[in-house]
Every structure is written in structure tokens, then in C-alpha cells.
């Protein structure tokens, strides 16, 4: 139980279009949602949390404008990526709890995106 | 905020020999803290998580170990297997909101050599 997928896996977009990632918990609802960004051999950044029907919270130095999040249903989450640029190439992750209050995060398998 | 920090960041041991990986956290009322284990390319694993109503938790070969004074907590594993290798990622958090906020620490890169 409690399997997160994500998708793409992975995506090569032009500079100055917009991408959007999806994070689906397949078994479970999941009232919050993290997103997560990982350079190479670098730790998992938090870039926001997301919970169903709110707004998202951004964690500080993370453009809302630039990275839109939607948590529509207790099943999907996802993040757009507006105006990329090559320095948004990285390793999008997702997570989900699997009820509120839990801290158990269950993690997507990733998105790598590259801008060119 | 919470900061995390971890030591060592490279660690390489024999095969059959112990590792340990040490963590340092900032926040007082954090009161969960999750191990990670992240295969290279693939999502982070929960290997291991222990509260801090709780000192020492084992399972198998992994043990971790929690000083809520000096805000340590240490992943140990023991007779290390060349599939050990990966990097380790320590986390801390604090159930202060509606939403449990979970920080890592910037990971170690453990090598078992056969």
C-alpha cells in the first residue's frame, strides 16, 4: 500500500514553456502533498506543500508564480513549471501522508526535467 | 526554522562492517525523525523512523538512536552488505501545523566495498 506515482518520468521542454508534473496516490487519499526539488548528488529541497483544496504553501525563496501547484482532489497534485529556463532543469519529487497528522511520507519515483 | 545537519558526507566501510551516520537537529519541538535510503536515480525509501518519545529502535540491522538534550539522533547498521549502498538521508519534524513539514539533512553517500 500507500504507492505514490508521478508522470511525466521524464520531460525535455523548450526554454519559455510551460510543464506540468502530476502526483497521483494510487491506494490511499492524501490530504497533503510536498513537492520536492533535487540537484545531483544534492539533499531534497521542500518547495511547497500542498493540501487538498487550499492554496499551497511555499516555503521561502520559491516563486509561486513560477511554480503553480494544484491539489485538486485528495488523489493528484501537480506542479507547473511557467516560463521554464535551463536553470529550472532539476529532479521534481513528490510525496504524499497518508492522513493528516501522519508523518510518514510516501514518495513519487520523480520527474527529471530538462530546459534546453 | 528546522536546519539538519549530517556527518559524515561520504562514508565507505568493508563489507561486514558497521556504519554509522550521525545527525544534528535545531528545532527543540521536532518530534519525529525519519531515515531515508535513496538508491541512485530512484525515490527515497523510509528505512527506519523513531519519535522522541522513544531513545533507541531497532529493526534487524538498522538501529537509531535519539538524544532529544543534544538534539542527535544516529542511523547504525551493522554487517553492511554491498546492497547497502546509497545515500542516507536524515530528517527531522514537527507536527506545529496542520501538516507535518518534514527537512533533511544533505545526505551521506555510503559505499560497502565487497
Known amino acids: 500500500g500507500a504507492v505514490v506515482s508521478q508522470h511525466p518520468s521524464r520531460v525535455i521542454c523548450k526554454s519559455g514553456t510551460s510543464v506540468k508534473i502530476e502526483c497521483r496516490s494510487l491506494?490511499?487519499?492524501?490530504?497533503?502533498m510536498f513537492w520536492y526539488r533535487q540537484f545531483p548528488k544534492k539533499s531534497l529541497m521542500l518547495m511547497a506543500t500542498?493540501?487538498?483544496?487550499?492554496?499551497?504553501?511555499?516555503e521561502q525563496g520559491v516563486e509561486k508564480d513560477k511554480f503553480l501547484i494544484n491539489h485538486a482532489s485528495l488523489t493528484l497534485s501537480t506542479l507547473t513549471v511557467t516560463s521554464a529556463h535551463p536553470e529550472d532543469s532539476s529532479f521534481y519529487i513528490c510525496?504524499?501522508?497518508?492522513?493528516?497528522?501522519?508523518?510518514?511520507?510516501?514518495f513519487g519515483p520523480g520527474t527529471r526535467l530538462l530546459v534546453l | 526554522g528546522e536546519n539538519v545537519e549530517q556527518h559524515p558526507s561520504t562514508l565507505s566501510v568493508q563489507e561486514g562492517d558497521s556504519a554509522v551516520i550521525k545527525c544534528t537537529y535545531s528545532?527543540?519541538?521536532?518530534?519525529?525523525f525519519p531515515w531515508y535510503k535513496q538508491e541512485l536515480g530512484k525515490r527515497p525509501q523510509l528505512i527506519i523512523d523513531?519519535?522522541?518519545?522513544?531513545g533507541e529502535k531497532k529493526d534487524q540491522r538498522i538501529a537509531v538512536t535519539l538524544n532529544k538534550t543534544a538534539k542527535h539522533f544516529s542511523l547504525h547498521i551493522t554487517e553492511t552488505q554491498p546492497e547497502d549502498s546509497a545515500v542516507y538521508f536524515c530528517a527531522a519534524s514537527s507536527a506545529r501545523t496542520s501538516y507535518d513539514k518534514v527537512i533533511f539533512g544533505p545526505g551521506t553517500s555510503l559505499s560497502v566495498i565487497p
Open positions: 491506494d490511499f487519499q492524501a490530504t497533503t
Open positions: 528545532d527543540s519541538a521536532s518530534n519525529y
Open positions: 500542498s493540501n487538498e483544496g487550499s492554496k499551497a504553501t511555499y
Open positions: 523513531i519519535r522522541s518519545n522513544v
Open positions: 510525496s504524499a501522508t497518508t492522513t493528516s497528522g501522519a508523518e510518514t511520507q510516501y
